[in-house]
């Protein structure tokens, strides 16, 4: 079970969305972390820049370049994240999308073996894409469905 804080109304927030898919996908694990640009800076779910670094694996400034943010990670028993950054501005769009790119490739190259074949199989299907000014990874046990719910929902 977890348990996420949001923002009401109609409109494209990234924790609206993720809140969304968490919820309608099956099989969601329990959040080890959930980080969100509307947290207060002062709490845990936002993301400084030093962790922001650790996740990325790199010098990556997502207040800066994303106009909002929401990241789910799984328990850590599991290889389970869902990074939805929304791109302050089209021209910021590929160094979120190598940021991105960055971080799946370091799960698969470093974190995969570390798994059972059934979580290795879930890492090694991890997928980045975008659209309009959204740039999102997903590792999910469905991310064809996990696709689908995001492109409704922006």
């Given at each position: 079970m977890c348990l996420l804080l949001t923002s009401c109304g109609h409109?494209?927030?990234?924790?609206?969305?993720m809140a969304r898919l968490v919820t309608e996908l099956p099989n969601v694990p329990?959040?080890?972390m959930i980080f969100y640009s509307d947290a207060n800076p002062d709490t845990e779910n936002f993301m400084t820049q030093e962790y922001?670094?650790?996740?990325?694996?790199?010098?990556?400034e997502l207040n800066a370049l994303?106009?909002?943010?929401?990241?789910?990670?799984?328990?850590?028993?599991t290889p389970y994240e869902i990074h939805i950054l929304k791109s302050r501005a089209t021209s910021n769009m590929p160094e979120i999308l190598s940021a991105l790119q960055t971080r799946k490739d370091l799960l698969q190259s470093k974190h995969a073996a570390a798994y059972n074949p059934e979580a290795y199989d879930?890492?090694?299907?991890?997928?980045?894409?975008?659209?309009?000014?959204?740039?999102?990874?997903?590792?999910?046990?469905?991310n064809e469905t996990a696709e689908k719910i995001i492109q409704k929902l922006i």
């Open positions: 409109s494209a927030k990234t924790s609206d969305m329990e959040a080890r922001i670094t650790t996740i990325y694996y790199q010098d990556f994303c106009a909002e943010y929401a990241v789910f990670m799984g328990s850590s028993s879930v890492m090694m299907t991890a997928k980045v894409f975008s659209k309009e000014k959204f740039a999102i990874l997903l590792v999910t046990t469905d």
